[in-house]
């Protein structure tokens, strides 16, 4: 008889590389498998379920609506969809909200309000190499990284890459032609490479310089991730728009797009839309997910439980320096960087993990990257940093 994993493989296109685990379970930080097996999570769904799974007062939130009323779409206003947007705004540079139902989407929806802004002719944007934007193809388009475009081009046009760290050379990438710069604070694919703060900040001053919008890929590192709601606060700066997705609904798919009065008066009524985006269930999990995020002390503890993340996987990669190149990171967002001469074992180190029980991802190729949910224990973090130890040790 066939197990489950084999009928999967046989029912599904190949698209992904899934590990041997049927997930049934999760509570917090522990997810455990249809054989019983049990995992302590440091990946959270990419950096999705972020208040843990489950999260009793998430869980709550959407039951309650989904007995309520499920899908009108946006031909009607509903409560959790104004709560929400107002909930986004009071908590961001923004005036205005798009709701959409992904990542890629919220990045579709900046794009074409980049170039409506831009108005005729004008609508090249840069983003940087190494980024990740979306499997859409205008955000494949954008994703700077050449793995993600073979096979697919003709891409659509109007999308430059920048060499990540180079202003000079970012600024000779800008044409009169140019609507926007496109990028993540933190690029988490990409290898967990957070943007120093001088170079952020230079790139809002070019944009200032250009007139030109800047956009800020909040998908990974907003939503409480890096210790504060949306990264870009710790770098002193403003985008014109913003995008988020994943931690947003702890699950339930949406994202959205945040950005200022002046530049949402571009979009006019059929400008664009979305049949599922702002789902009145999907809202009623993000108000519950904004409401814990902004609660007293929850934001520190992200700082607080990074600080220790990173010691913990410094001390791993100061012992064995001969592997490892370094740790890098945000709050709960770190990367233990492996060094060139084992960089091809990544994925060997992961699929170790996981059979001891133990979940993290790899980004960039050669970097551990750790995104535990935001409400994991000092504890855990010390139990997966042995387990990694151990692994790492053993090479
Ligand atoms: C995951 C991710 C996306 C794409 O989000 P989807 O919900 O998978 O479409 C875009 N940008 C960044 C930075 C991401 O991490």
């Known amino acids: 008889m066939k197990n489950l994993i084999e009928i999967g493989n046989e029912l599904f296109i190949n698209t992904y590389a899934r590990h041997p685990a049927v997930m049934v379970e999760g509570k917090g930080c522990r997810l455990k498998d249809a054989k019983g097996n049990e995992y302590l999570d440091f990946v959270a769904g990419i950096a999705t379920c972020s208040l843990g799974h489950c999260h009793p007062v998430v869980t709550e939130a959407i039951c309650r ?16 969809q104004i709560e929400l947007a107002g909930m986004l705004v009071d908590h961001s540079f923004a005036d205005k909200v798009f709701m959409a139902n992904s990542g890629a989407e919220a990045n579709e929806a900046a794009i074409k309000l980049a170039r409506k802004h831009g108005g005729t002719g004008c609508f090249e944007i840069i983003s940087l190499e190494g980024s990740f934007h979306g ?73 200032d310089k250009h007139s030109i919008l800047l956009i800020l890929d909040e998908i990974q590192v907003g939503m409480g991730r890096t210790g504060t709601l949306f990264a870009h606060e710790q770098y002193g700066i403003r985008p014109d728009i913003l995008t988020c997705a994943k931690a947003l609904g702890n699950g339930m798919p949406i994202g959205a797009m945040l950005t200022t009065n002046k530049v949402a008066n571009s979009f006019k009524p059929g400008d664009h839309a979305s049949t599922f985006g702002g789902n009145p269930v999907a809202c009623a999990a993000a108000v519950a997910v904004l409401k814990t995020m902004t609660s007293d002390g929850f934001l520190e503890g992200v700082k607080t439980k990074g600080e220790h993340l990173h010691k913990c996987l410094k001390s791993i990669a100061d012992q064995y320096n001969r592997l490892c190149r370094g740790v890098r990171g945000r709050g709960l967002i770190q990367g233990l960087v492996l060094d060139d001469s084992i960089a091809d074992k990544g994925a060997e180190i992961i699929s170790t993990l996981f059979k001891a029980g133990i979940l993290v991802t790899l980004a960039g190729g050669k970097v551990i990257r750790c995104t535990p949910p935001l409400t994991v224990s000092i504890e855990e973090i010390d139990a997966m940093a042995s387990v990694l130890e151990e692994v790492i040790s053993n090479l």
């Open 135 to 207: 499997r859409t193809l205008a955000t494949v388009a954008a994703t700077g990284q050449r793995k993600f475009h073979i096979g697919y081009e003709p891409l659509p046009v109007g999308f430059y890459h920048a060499p990540f760290g180079d202003l000079e050379a970012m600024e000779k990438l800008i044409t009169n032609k140019t609507c926007a710069i496109l990028v993540e604070p933190l690029q988490g694919e990409g290898g967990v490479r957070p943007l120093e703060k001088e170079y952020l900040q230079g790139i809002r001053t070019l944009c």
């Open 65 to 80: 609506q989904a007995g309520k009323l499920l899908h009108v779409s946006n031909l009607y206003h509903t409560m959790p």
